[in-house]
T-cell receptor
């Protein structure tokens, strides 16, 4: 079956540091890949997505590239801010007769200190 | 404003009682989903519905039930058969039937069994 493996947290960085959160996946076909962010006590918000190999998703300074050869979708940001503190989830969806089901990683908690 | 609403935000239940969590969306989405989130874990799919009057079990449907009588609404009932119901419950919706479809999440309901 499908699975997503994320970098273990928690991750603590200083403001303006470079961020990488690793994500690798296992899928039988050609999934779409997502990064979601969850702020304390809230639901998930879509951060970025990529639907085919070599696509780069980007939003709010975050980027991730769909690498089919390494089955990876690592999240990066060049300079983090305190407001980026949240839990980040990598996820994949694979269409099954038109049904899109998301498979999530366990999440990585990120804390940015001033 | 279009979006997904879940109510209540916090819910307390005595053991042995059924409880229903509300999820409403005004995005005109066909597909709706219920997930459960436990500390340190990713989200797990409980039930999903691609169209009104139709729904399918997800990965952890035991002890839960749903209905989809209206396009906008997808209530989840946590029954007394659910052995460990204390968790954060998230509802999501998407346009449906499309590869790479994005799911949009509500703010969640935190259920505590006393």
């Amino acid at each position: 079956g499908n699975s997503v493996t994320q970098m273990e947290g928690p991750v603590t960085l200083s403001e303006e540091a470079f961020l990488t959160i690793n994500c690798t996946y296992t899928a039988t076909g050609y999934p779409s890949l997502f990064w979601y962010v969850q702020y304390p006590g809230e639901g998930l918000q879509l951060l970025l997505k990529a639907t085919k190999a070599d696509d780069k998703g980007s939003n709010k300074g975050f980027e991730a590239t769909y690498r089919k050869e390494t089955t990876s979708f690592h999240l990066e940001k060049g300079s983090v801010q305190v407001s980026d503190s949240a839990v980040y989830f990598c996820a994949l969806s694979e269409s099954n007769f038109g049904n899109e089901k998301l498979t999530f990683g366990t999440g990585t908690r990120l804390t940015i200190i001033p | 404003d279009g979006g997904i609403t879940q109510s209540p935000k916090y819910l307390f239940r005595k053991e042995g009682q059924n409880v229903t969590l509300s999820c409403e969306q005004n995005l005109n989405h066909d597909a709706m989903y219920w997930y459960r989130q436990d500390p340190g874990q990713g989200l797990r799919l409980i039930y999903y519905s691609q169209i009104v009057n139709d729904f399918q079990k997800g990965d952890i449907a035991e002890g839960y039930s749903v209905s989809r009588e209206k396009k906008e609404s997808f209530p989840l009932t946590v029954t007394s058969a659910q052995k460990n119901p204390t968790a954060f419950y998230l509802c999501a919706s998407s346009i449906g039937q499309r590869e790479g479809d994005t799911q949009y999440f509500g703010p969640g309901t935190r259920l505590t069994v006393l």
